[in-house]
């Protein structure tokens, strides 16, 4: 059974920094490219980052471009989203996806 586990959401300050990860089984993590997609209250889902199975590849939405970095380790089977200069835009679901599966996702608030 794939299963795709996230955490480390949570309510943060403008300005600062949370740092998500994604456990992953049930399938052959290190030869599957791995991505993050958000959706924020009210709206649709929202890609935010994407890393190859190497990690040395790696993309952004220009709304995070220069604040989050994707990594991964595929010794531990586990994907990460470092978010920096968080900002009350940034406040979403956080999903970790890796075609077909779905994580059930983390919560990440920006309030003051």
């Known amino acids: 059974e794939v299963q795709l586990v996230e955490s480390g959401g949570g309510l943060v300050q403008p300005g600062g920094s949370l740092r998500l990860s994604c456990a992953a089984s049930?399938?052959?993590?290190?030869?599957?490219?791995m991505s993050w997609v958000r959706q924020a209250p009210g709206k649709g889902l929202e890609w935010v980052s994407t890393?190859?199975?190497?990690?040395?590849?790696?993309s952004y939405a220009d709304s995070v471009k220069g604040r989050f970095t994707i990594s991964r380790n595929n010794a531990k089977n586990t994907l990460y989203l470092q978010m920096n200069s968080l900002k009350p835009e940034d406040t979403a679901v956080y999903y970790c996806?890796?075609?077909?599966?779905w994580g059930q996702g983390t919560q990440v608030t920006v309030s003051s």
């Open positions: 049930g399938f052959t993590f290190s030869s599957s490219r």
């Open positions: 996806y890796a075609a077909p599966y």
């Open positions: 890393i190859d199975n190497s990690g040395r590849l790696t």
